[in-house]
Structure formats: structure tokens, C-alpha cells
């Protein structure tokens, strides 16, 4: 297994353009994060995905975000009608069980002109 | 709601030079602490993980403590390289929170002088 994939890497959209972003777990880890990063800060929460099930969003998931994660393996996020304040690093993590910590993706660097 | 801080935002070194990072945190049921490093426009690697049971762990040159009464984690780097130059970000596993998201610091930019 060769780690978090996350795809694409970098993403350059116009205001008001729908994107989609992947990220491919490790293959057995049941745990999967999204997280947002902007310049010169620390990442936030976005969701978690336990298997299938979305259990928790972060209030800063507007009604314009939606995650998938079908059959409990790779996982999307969606950003609808996206705005400049959307510009930022899009981290996907994995875990297998909460005693063995989180394993980040390479994330995916979207600029919205 | 946990706030994690980090100390000092930037550092610089000369080459060979021990170094301390820290990281605090105002609420102290951790479940874990994670230090990773981030190079310039990539992901996160993890460095060291400590369970909120654990004092510290080791990984080479870097040695992370963790005082869970007090809230507050080190990162030890021994012996420093120009490619230890990155940002290093410390994260607490909130126990309070079912799906033990991570509460991240703003990171310690980390620069090593040759």
C-alpha cells in the first residue's frame, strides 16, 4: 500500500465552478478525515467518515460542501458555486483504529479565480 | 473547545544545533498527540505519536515528550540538518470528540543554516 492518494494535486477554478476532489485511503483503514489548511495555518476539521457513514462535519462544511465516502472506500468532496475564500489546501487522512494515529495525503491545492 | 498553541511561529539555526519546539494545549483529555512535518506546498508526514498514557517517544534525532497535567508537548531535534528545514505542527486527539478529529497548532517554521 503505498499511503493516502489525493487527486488532483492542484485544481485552478473560476468563481461559481463546481470541483470535485478525491482522496484514496490506505486500503484498510475504516477511519477517514477531510481537513482545510489556508496559508500560514494549521489545518481545521472538515468531516469524518467512519466506513460509509459521514458522523460528524465541522460547522465550516457550508451547505455548498458534500462528501461521499460509498462502500466505505475512496472518498469525495465536493464544493459547489465555489468562492475565492474556498482557496486552500484540501488534506485527506486515514486511520485504523484511534490508537494508531492519522496518516495525511499530499493533499489538493485549489485556487479559485 | 481545544486550542493548541505553538512556540516560537519561526526559528532559525546553524547547521549541528539542538533545538527545542513547543506545542501546549488548553484542555488536557488528549487521547493522543501527533508532531508532523510539512514541507512547502505538500501533505503532512508524521513524525512521532504519543498516547496521552506515554511520556515520550523516539525516532532517530527526534525525541517528543508530552506532560498531559500541564498541556504541553516538546519536540527535541538533535544534531540539526538543512534538511530538517520545514514547518512542524503539533496536533492533539480531542478524547471529548467521537471521532478524535484532530486540533491543530499554526506550526513552527523551522529553518537550518548550512
Known sequence: DTGVSQDPRHKITKRGQNVTFRCDPISEHNRLYWYRQTLGQGPEFLTYFQNEAQLEKSRLLSDRFSAERPKGSFSTLEIQRTEQGDSAMYLCASSFDRVYGYTFGSGTRLTVV | ?114
Do not use: H, M
Not at chain 2, 18 to 32: G, P
Not at chain 2, 63 to 85: E, M, V
Not at chain 2, 93 to 106: C, V
Open chain 2, 1 to 114: 473547545k481545544q486550542e493548541v498553541t505553538q512556540i516560537p511561529a519561526a526559528l532559525s539555526v546553524p547547521e549541528g544545533e539542538n533545538l527545542v519546539l513547543n506545542c501546549s494545549f488548553t484542555d488536557s483529555a488528549i487521547y493522543n498527540l501527533q508532531w508532523f512535518r510539512q514541507d512547502p506546498g505538500k501533505g503532512l508526514t508524521s513524525l512521532l505519536l504519543i498516547q496521552s498514557s506515554q511520556r515520550e517517544q523516539t525516532s532517530g534525532r527526534l525525541n517528543a515528550s508530552l506532560d498531559k497535567s500541564s498541556g504541553r508537548s516538546t519536540l527535541y531535534i538533535a544534531a540539526s540538518q538543512p534538511g530538517d528545514s520545514a514547518t512542524y505542527l503539533c496536533a492533539v486527539a480531542y478524547s471529548g470528540a467521537g471521532s478524535y478529529q484532530l486540533t491543530f497548532g499554526k506550526g513552527t517554521k523551522l529553518s537550518v543554516i548550512p
